[in-house]
């Protein structure tokens, strides 16, 4: 139960500060030094995450293969632990990050010449597409009576996780490569690091009590690895905007002023 509060509380937590980022940007009439692989990876995770989770909840035929594959942790449908509430704040997110994408494309004239989606960002879409794609035939073709559409959504789910792992790395290069933190709300990283932290008392509860079997751990949550790393990379921004790059002007030219300039 523990587990199951504080991820809504994150993910409520998490939808706060992207408005808080969406308000700001919106007031600026301008995205500049925010990336935007930042943004398509997190899109990316989060459309994993209900793919998967759907399929968890609502597939019969996957619900099945979870009931002959551990039939002492999961026996029926309601066994199956896929948290309505997180799913629906996860559509919520997933809504939040479209909305930020379309402002990243409304206000494209204001970003600098280092904004954009990156060969890296694309290349690692890639990859990781790749990886599902060969781990799905690999095993289905090396042992085709045991591999199941379970088996992909599993390497679906962990995939996803890995990518949520490094989605504020970008975020974190552009605020090197611009040599400031312009365009970032400070209550938005503010309130990612308390819905991650709030996340990080929930998984720390739950281990020391042994409130809830592993089993029975929300396949829709984050991980406390997936959390840890976001956590570092925000701790890294703050880090930057408070210290390194504190007081500092945007220096590189917008894509209006260099079209300007060329004309």
């Known amino acids: 139960m523990i587990l199951l509060v504080t991820q809504l ?4 937590l998490s939808i706060m500060a992207l408005l808080y980022q969406r308000r700001y940007n919106k007031l600026h009439k301008s995205i500049y030094g925010l990336s935007y692989d930042t943004a398509v990876l997190n899109i990316a995770r989060l459309s994993v995450d209900l793919y998967a989770s759907f399929n968890y909840k609502f597939n019969i035929y996957v619900n099945k293969q979870l009931y002959a594959k551990f039939p002492l942790f999961y026996k029926d449908w309601d066994d199956i632990p896929v948290s309505m509430t997180l799913l629906i704040t996860n559509i919520c997110l997933l809504v939040a990050y479209l909305s930020i994408w ?12 280092h904004q954009g989606v990156s060969m890296i960002c694309i290349v690692t879409l890639t990859v990781f597409l790749g990886l599902v794609g060969t781990a799905t035939f690999y095993f289905y073709h090396v042992d085709p009576h045991h591999f199941t559409y379970l088996d992909h959504l599993n390497i679906m789910w962990v995939m996803g996780n890995m990518v949520g792992m490094v989605t504020l790395c970008p975020q974190i290069c552009i605020n090197w490569m611009g040599k400031c933190c312009s365009g970032i709300s400070s209550r938005y990283i503010l309130t990612l690091i308390i819905a991650d932290c709030v996340r990080w008392i929930g998984y ?8 809830v079997e592993y089993w029975n751990w929300p396949f829709n949550s984050i991980p406390i690895v997936t959390t840890s790393a976001e956590l570092l990379c925000l701790v890294v921004i703050l880090y930057q905007a408070q210290f390194v790059y504190r007081g500092h002007k945007p220096t590189l030219p917008r894509i209006s002023e260099k079209s300007t300039a060329l004309v």
């Open 204 to 211: 720390t509860i739950t281990a020391m009590k042994e409130s």
């Open 9 to 12: 509380v994150g993910n409520l």
């Open 102 to 113: 379309k402002q990243l494309m409304l206000y494209r004239a204001t970003s600098h010449t």
